[in-house]
């Protein structure tokens, strides 16, 4: 395993992030949805009300990947969970185990802030890191289904009170 550097990431690392939130859309055939612009990256992760942290992961200086999360909270253990909303490694830097120690860092932080679960979510057909997060001893979730809404649903709803 080569060992990448992991660090917090800070307001100039938002075009970085944007591009890499871009390579990942495109990757999960959603590049369609992606519509969020580095200065909406700048708000929404590094303003005053955010409520996000990201990772920036680095290879002799180099960034290469990145992760987003987030804090839950679990009622049934009364603690807060780490949320992992995203987490990406440039193609070519894949299987020197870049993913692996983002993995870890944020395992420790997850630890350290006595957080009770560590999750994250992952595309049915992407058998590569299922496989991965299987070889880590993560447990898949079948037992709950995801729900969204966005759009108009969600604008429906919030306007039918």
């Not at 080569?2 to 800070?10: D, G, L, M, N, Q």
């Not at 999960?28 to 409520?51: C, D, N, R, V």
């Not at 057909?125 to 299922?130: F, Q, S, V």
Request: aromatic content about 10%; overall charge negative.
């Amino acid at each position: 395993m080569t060992k990448v550097e992991i660090r917090p990431a800070v307001i100039e690392d938002a075009a970085i992030i944007h591009r890499f939130i871009t390579d990942l859309a495109i990757y999960e055939k959603a590049e369609h949805e992606m519509l969020a612009s580095i200065s909406e990256i700048e708000t929404s992760i590094f303003g005053s009300e955010s409520t996000v942290n990201g990772l920036i992961c680095l290879l002799k200086g180099e960034a290469i990947g990145f992760a987003i999360y987030f804090y839950n909270y679990s009622t049934w253990l009364g603690k807060n969970g780490l949320f992992l909303e995203d987490l990406y490694v440039m193609p070519e830097h894949r299987g020197i185990g870049a993913g692996k120690q983002l993995l870890q860092h944020l395992a420790k932080i997850a630890v350290s802030k006595n957080c009770g679960r560590f999750e994250w979510n992952v595309l049915d057909w992407n058998e590569p890191a299922l496989d991965f997060y299987a070889s880590l001893g993560a447990k898949q979730q079948e037992e709950w289904i995801g729900h969204r809404l966005e759009g108009e649903a969600l604008l429906a709803l919030a306007r039918s009170s």
